[in-house]
């Protein structure tokens, strides 16, 4: 366990489908991410909450939509997606925003578009 | 686009044998961070070298920031099994982290 929960481990959804992704931190860090890790690419940020504002957005598809009720949760909501994108979807936090400090990831969702 | 290149994409070491992974930046970075992926797991944070021509160990890596903080490296003494898995470096960019492709280590027994 890594202090970051990420459920569900494993989502097969459907182009027309709506999930969401849940993040949950019990370290009391300040900062979250969302990453996207698709198979031989670098990790790509897409989004950055600090202190629950959202600080980033790597221009990342409308069909992706992150949520921030507060500086323990992240959620990431998806609908009509594609099948690019298919992905490990990571949750990370810090103790505060910046590079300066450690990230925690969670264990990710294995997402699969079909 | 990228801001930390890693070298070399895929390291095939012998069990027992020495390899060292290299990352490097165009630009001078404030800190580098190594993190470890294993195989069908998420990355986990080892270690952040903030210090030109810092050296730190832990165990069997050795974790090494260039004097002119735009290179960094890690060495592995005699490799086991348990060290499979994708090695990235990562860089601040614009105040946020980059990351490299990583390095993919696969270990013959």
């Known amino acids: 366990e890594t202090g970051v929960t990420q459920t569900p481990r494993h989502l097969v959804m459907g182009m027309t489908n709506k999930k969401s992704l849940k993040c949950e931190q019990h370290?009391?860090?300040?900062?979250m991410y969302w990453y996207k890790q698709s198979a031989k690419k670098p990790l790509e940020l897409m989004f950055v909450?600090?202190?629950?504002?959202?600080?980033e957005n790597n221009s990342v598809p409308s069909r992706f939509s992150p949520e921030c009720p507060n500086s323990s949760h992240l959620f990431l909501h998806l609908h009509t997606l594609q099948p690019e994108d298919s992905a490990l979807y990571l949750c990370a936090s810090s103790t505060t925003f910046g590079p300066g400090y450690g990230y925690t990831f969670g264990s990710g969702t294995r997402l699969t578009v079909v | 686009g990228q801001q930390v290149m890693q070298i070399p994409q895929y390291q095939h070491v012998q069990e027992g044998e020495d390899f060292t992974t290299y990352c490097n930046s165009s630009?001078?970075?404030?800190?580098i961070q190594w993190y470890k992926q294993r195989p069908g797991g998420h990355p986990v944070f080892l270690i952040q070298?903030?210090?030109?021509?810092e050296v730190k160990k832990q165990k069997r890596l050795t974790f090494q920031f260039g004097e002119a903080k735009k290179n960094s490296s890690l060495h592995i003494t005699a490799t086991q099994t348990t060290d499979v898995g994708t090695y990235f470096c990562a860089g601040p960019h614009d105040y946020k982290l980059s990351f490299g492709a990583g390095t993919t280590v696969t270990v013959r027994a």
């Open positions: 630009t001078t970075l404030s800190n």
């Open positions: 370290l009391g860090h300040n900062a």
């Open positions: 070298l903030v210090k030109s021509g």
């Open positions: 909450y600090s202190l629950e504002e959202r600080v």
